[in-house]
């Protein structure tokens, strides 16, 4: 077995402000801008950008205790995770720690739209925050 992602679902990039960075993507690369949405769970806004089968994920923080928040604190805005969409992600994360893969969520957690997310801790990923992520059955 491996965990044969299909694709790189999305790409997450910690921003200070949505208002501020999504300008970028929508009138200079002209991306289309997809919505945008509150993970409590998470304490951050998301804001979707399409480019081919691939998104951007922009995460503004939305409060101090937000992991994005203290990623930008130490390390300022930039690239965050890469997020490889699979299919049975229960299965993937079993096999996934079997190989000694330390894991950050043993068992997947809400994501934005509804997909079942979990992240691969970077510690066993030569140090790349990876995220997991099974997107809900249309
Ligand atoms: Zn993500």
């Known amino acids: 077995m491996t965990v044969s992602p299909s694709k790189v679902g999305h790409i ?3 921003v200070r402000s949505l208002e501020a960075s999504l300008p970028f993507y929508t009138d200079i690369l002209g991306l289309k801008w997809e919505g945008t ?3 409590p769970s998470e304490q951050v806004r998301v804001a979707f950008l399409k480019v081919g089968e691939t ?5 503004e923080p939305m409060s101090a205790e937000s992991a994005i928040a203290s990623f930008i604190a130490k390390r300022g805005e930039g690239i965050h995770h890469i997020a490889l969409d699979v299919e049975g992600i229960e299965e993937k994360l ?3 720690g079997e190989q000694q893969i330390q894991l950050i969520h043993e ?3 809400q994501g ?3 997909a079942k997310v979990a992240f691969l801790h970077p510690k066993s990923t030569g ?8 997107s809900k059955p249309e």
Do not use: F, M, N, T
């Not at 998104?55 to 995460?59: A, F, N, S, V």
């Not at 140090?127 to 099974?134: A, F, G, H, I, P």
């Open 37 to 39: 949405e509150d993970v």
């Open 55 to 59: 998104r951007i994920e922009l995460l």
């Open 112 to 114: 934005a739209h509804g």
């Open 127 to 134: 140090s790349v925050l990876y995220e997991l992520c099974e």
């Open 94 to 96: 079993s096999y996934l």
């Open 12 to 14: 997450g990039i910690a």
């Open 107 to 109: 068992q997947p957690k």
